[in-house]
């Protein structure tokens, strides 16, 4: 493909050095829909990113977009605060009856803000509310976010300092197989917890995620989680896991602990809970955790109501009848064994690849090779991004709802890209 470069001066002259995706991506978007977007001079390009996974079911899903063009054709609620109103009462009702009742889950549902992070802090301050502790363990390339709270489980340097400011009352512990398997599963932390004099104050929770996405697609074993759910049981932690982007049907299921059988006491959940690219999240507790005062916690966007609309909406069309998760785990059936042939091929780059269901990362032994082939990948029209400490992996993170062939497409100009870089 051969691309113009856009003229992006009104993104240059006033908009802020921080920007970073459309530096990867040097073009001006200007519609969507399903798998594809198309640039402004009518380029079109296979999404293998779906907004940081906040669109599982596609650009402009038509589905959602009928809910919500209904919505807001006849004058619905907007903007509600914690009000109640009809748009909210129907996704409460369909998340129980689709979500949580038939997973016999325990959970509360608290609205705590409209993005990942403010779930996340709603998290750790309920868990510190409700062990009367302050201390919280994470682990080794951990992403939670980027507020204060969420930097402090974070395990990015280069995301860390941009704080600021000194991140405490976190202690990050080994993930897994962050030792290569040298070391028996949690000895370090038993250790730390048994032991009076190892300056470890008794944590409130532990925060995890079960596929760590920003981290560089590590992969935790089921017998792992489950190993840690029990570790937190025995000494009176809570557990909290982050599915945020693994949530929502990434892994398959709908949320990606459910593969291991345990019961998380916290969840936060957001990107692709509306469906639609809508801001949106969740944070879900046991009902005994239940201890906030009202207005404890609160955000002026928390009542998104065109979110709830669409949540309502992708809920009834991908999770009532249970073939969404069949769908993913055949499309990731897909991705790995082409991914295997790429490895195979090109076995001198020492490549290598790991994942579940619709989100799988190709490492490298030349941490540089990663940005190479995605940028690469991107004349070849397929948007990927990097991930890893060292920006090492190429994360692949199609819409769930992407088609056999177009999977099949994209991965071909994978194999193409990384090919013109050997």
């Not at 029209?381 to 099949?408: H, Q, R």
């Amino acid at each position: 493909m051969t691309i113009t470069p856009p003229a992006l001066s009104v993104f240059e002259s006033l908009e802020s050095e921080v920007r970073s995706y459309c530096r990867g991506w040097p073009a001006v978007f200007d519609r969507a829909q399903g798998a594809r977007l198309t640039d402004e001079d009518g380029h079109s390009y296979l999404d293998f990113f779906a907004g940081a996974g906040s669109l599982n079911y596609g650009h402009n899903n038509p589905v959602l977009k009928r809910a919500l063009l209904d919505y807001i054709e006849r004058d619905g609620i907007t903007h509600g605060l914690d009000m109640a109103t009809t748009a909210k009462r129907a996704f409460l009702e369909t998340f129980q009856n689709v979500i949580l009742r038939p997973r016999d889950l325990p959970y509360k549902v608290m609205f705590p803000g409209p993005t990942g992070t403010n779930a996340v802090e709603s998290a750790l301050k309920l868990a510190r509310k409700v062990k009367g502790r302050e201390s919280i363990v994470s682990f080794t390339n951990a992403f939670h976010g980027m507020s204060l709270g969420s930097l402090a489980v974070t395990g990015n340097a280069f995301k860390r300092a941009g704080a600021g400011i000194p991140l405490v009352h976190g202690t990050p512990m080994p993930f897994d197989n962050y030792l290569d398997g040298r070391v028996p599963d949690f000895l370090w932390f038993e250790r730390l917890l048994e032991d009076q004099g190892s300056g470890l104050n008794k944590p409130a929770a532990v925060i995890v995620e079960t596929v760590q996405g920003e981290g560089g697609i590590n992969v935790a074993r089921p017998e792992w989680l489950r190993a840690l759910a029990d570790l937190c049981r025995r000494r009176d932690m809570l557990l909290i896991v982050d599915d945020i982007q693994m949530g929502c049907g990434r892994t398959g299921a709908f949320f990606s602990f459910e593969e291991a059988g345990i019961v998380p006491d916290i969840v936060t959940v957001s990107k692709s809970i509306s469906g639609y690219g809508l801001p949106m999240s969740l944070c879900l507790f046991k009902g005994e955790l239940d201890v906030w005062e009202p207005g404890e916690h609160n955000g002026t966007f928390r009542g998104n109501n065109p979110a709830f609309v669409t949540a309502t909406a992708a809920l009834d069309a991908y999770w009532a009848d249970g073939q969404m998760e069949k769908h993913t785990l055949a499309r990731g059936e897909q991705v790995e064994q082409a991914l295997l042939a790429l490895c195979t091929e090109h076995g001198r780059l020492g490549a290598s690849y790991r994942g579940r269901g619709l989100v799988w990362g190709l490492e490298f032994a030349d941490p540089a090779r990663a940005s190479e082939v995605c940028a690469r990948a991107f004349e070849l029209g397929l948007l990927l991004e990097t991930s890893g400490p060292k920006s090492e992996v190429v994360k692949l993170l199609p819409p769930l709802t992407i088609t056999p062939d177009e999977l099949d497409e994209g991965l071909r100009s994978l194999a193409r890209a990384v090919a013109a870089t050997v």
